[in-house]
């Protein structure tokens, strides 16, 4: 069985995963859910895998439809983007009508979701529902032994022979240390890079879930929390390094969301005299000095953290669950402890009024933050915003739009965009605390500078801006 693990071309550079989808036109993460994916079929199923990565390699559609045409593939395996969903099902079809032989397979947020309308209004044959690895093996050894009943494979959604529209309860995966790593020799390396750090990027999902209960976020494969052991991350660990990977995201929704478990990562990678760079995620009240401390000696240099507002009526909006002046406490806690931060903060949400904006702009120029990363709310499906205000919320999957139908108009929330990163950017002391950043990763560092400053001074607003951190 011959599988082409496919990450979808885009007309610009995007990263896609299940929980979110970005711009990212100036350094770029791995197809991880596609590596694992791959992984899995090939241990679990003995399957002649590769993977194209057309984000990476800048490929054209016309350029993937010859790669397919003289593969010889069985299945073709993609995962969908949230804000490219649209783009990637037409995408999806082209390809289909192009190989007509051939299996398509996607995965992702919203075909789980929404896996009855897209097999409706799409030539998708196949979707995986939620955690694709057990169910996409199940479905292959079922296809293998001839069943007739494929379809009704636990996570799988199809048509029957009969072209009915099956779609069967996915499973979470409870035991993730039986996940084998992803193979990074099915990529170039060399293309991924961190943010002002460099390359060869790789990427660990050490977790899947979260536990906590923001109203507005897509959490990665639901609330409920299952991790793998401390010792199985460290040999994932040592197994990108020892493929020639010098860099390391964590992409868990929150990394230290267990401390016990951050600690015996940080002293197993010492332990293992491990030399790694590596960046993660986290909360502002997960933040604690000691495993900051702990985490900068195994080699963490910087930690990403969802602010989101310095307007207690917007954090309880967003049921956060902390207090605003705690943020910038916590946030002094990752400076004293070595490491840089990131943080993140939406501008613009109908629920906001000029107070909220103040406080927020206010807030984060009062921080120790060293990046600060702006965005716009966007309502998604499933979540607990969407709900609560869905009858003020416009959303359709194809073609795609989620907004809400009294929101602040576009150009105004890159206005606030434009305003709080030149406010927060363009101070003496953060031009300093940059330049020395940037002396890491000089050639990065210039192209972003120069994206960044051609979206300050674009007189136009484009319909998809890119994200610049």
């Not at 593969?71 to 190989?99: M, P, R, W």
């Not at 702009?361 to 869905?390: C, H, M, N, Q, W």
Request: charged share 30%.
């Amino acid at each position: 069985m011959k599988i082409l693990f496919l990450n979808l071309p885009h007309k610009e550079p995007i990263v896609r995963r299940y929980m979110c989808s970005y711009n990212s036109p100036d350094f770029l993460f791995p197809p991880y859910e596609l590596l694992q994916l791959a992984a899995s079929a090939k241990a679990w199923n003995n399957a002649e895998v590769s993977v194209i990565d057309a984000i990476a390699s800048c490929m054209s559609e016309a350029e993937v439809i010859a790669r397919i045409r003289t593969g010889g593939y069985d299945f073709v395996v993609s995962i969908t983007g949230i804000e490219s969903i649209g783009t990637d099902l037409a995408v999806i079809d082209n390809l289909e009508k192009n190989s007509p032989l051939v299996k398509f397979v996607i995965f992702g947020y919203y075909p789980t979701i929404f896996s009855e309308e897209i097999l409706k209004r799409t030539k998708a044959d196949v979707i995986l529902r939620n955690e694709p690895e057990v169910s996409f093996s199940a479905y292959l050894k079922a296809l293998e032994k001839g069943e007739g009943d494929a379809a009704k494979t636990a996570g799988i959604a199809s048509r029957d022979g009969l072209g009915n529209i099956v779609i069967n309860a996915d499973e979470r995966i409870t035991d993730l240390d039986k996940l084998p790593f992803p193979d990074y020799s099915l990529v170039d390396k060399a293309k991924y890079s961190e943010m002002l750090l460099g390359g060869p990027l790789g990427v660990i999902q050490s977790a899947r879930g979260c536990p906590f209960q923001c109203s507005y976020c897509i959490t990665t494969h639901g609330r409920k929390v299952y991790m793998k052991s401390a010792k199985r991350v460290v040999e994932e660990v040592k197994d990108l390094v020892s493929q020639g990977i010098r860099y390391i995201r964590f992409i868990d929704d929150t990394f230290n969301v267990d401390k016990k478990r951050v600690k015996d990562i940080c002293e197993g990678i010492m332990r293992e005299n491990i030399r790694i760079t590596w960046t993660c995620l986290s909360r502002v009240d997960t933040l604690d000095l000691d495993a900051l401390r702990m985490m900068k000696k195994a080699g963490c240099v910087r930690v990403y953290i969802g602010i989101e507002s310095y307007s207690q009526k917007v954090i309880d909006y967003f049921n956060k669950g902390y207090r605003c002046p705690e943020i910038n406490e916590r946030l002094k806690l990752v400076r004293k402890a070595g490491l840089e931060s990131a943080g993140f903060i939406i501008v613009g949400s109908p629920f906001d009024d000029h107070n909220d904006y103040t406080e927020t702009l206010e807030g984060a120029l009062r921080s120790t933050l060293d990046f600060l990363i702006v965005t716009k709310l966007v309502p998604y499906p499933g979540t607990p915003l969407f709900e609560r205000e869905k009858d003020k919320i416009e959303f359709g999957l194809l073609p795609y739009r989620s907004r809400f139908k009294h929101e602040v108009s576009g150009s105004e929330i890159i206005r606030l965009e434009k305003e709080v990163y030149r406010r927060f950017y363009f101070r003496p002391a953060q031009i300093l605390r940059l330049a020395f950043v940037c002396m890491r990763s000089p050639f990065q560092s210039f192209k972003l500078l120069l994206s960044f400053l051609g979206f300050l001074e674009k007189p136009k607003i484009d319909k998809e801006h890119p994200d610049f951190l």
